[in-house]
Nanobody, 120 residues
C-alpha cells in the first residue's frame, strides 16, 4: 500500500519561510505528477503547486514567485519551499501523487496533511 507522509508544517510569522516535505513509501513502480494542495477553514481544497516527473512545475497564481516545488525521484520525495508567507497562506497542506503501484495503472494518493499557520 502506498502512503504519503508530510512534514515541515508549523507556526511562522508573516514574511517568514517554511519548507514542506512529503515522502512516498510502499510498493511503487513509478510516480507521475506530485503536488501540494491546501485547504483553509471554511474553504475548498485548492491546488498550490504540481510538478511532473520531468521537473516541470505549475503554481497557483497567488503563490508564484514565493513558493517553489521540487522533487527527488530517487527518494520519492516532493518539497515545497514557501517564502514571504502571508496570513492568507494559513491552511492544512496536503501532498498528492499519481502512483503506479504494480506497473499497470495509476492511483491517486493523498497524505494526511500538515498545518501551516502564518501569524504574528
Amino acid at each position: 500500500q502506498v502512503q504519503l507522509v508530510e512534514s515541515g508544517g508549523g507556526l511562522v510569522q508573516p514574511g517568514g519561510s517554511l519548507k514542506l516535505s512529503c515522502a512516498a513509501s510502499g510498493s511503487m513502480s513509478s510516480i507521475a505528477d506530485m503536488g501540494w494542495y491546501r485547504q483553509a477553514i471554511g474553504q475548498a481544497r485548492e491546488l498550490v503547486a504540481t510538478i511532473t516527473s520531468g521537473g516541470s512545475g505549475l503554481y497557483l497564481d497567488s503563490v508564484k514567485g514565493r513558493f517553489t516545488i521540487s522533487r527527488d525521484n530517487a527518494k520519492n520525495t516532493v518539497h515545497l519551499q514557501m517564502n514571504s508567507l502571508k496570513p492568507e497562506d494559513t491552511a492544512v497542506y496536503y501532498c498528492n501523487a499519481n502512483v503506479n503501484p504494480h506497473g499497470y495503472y495509476y492511483i491517486n494518493v493523498w497524505g494526511k496533511g500538515t498545518l501551516v499557520t502564518v501569524s504574528s
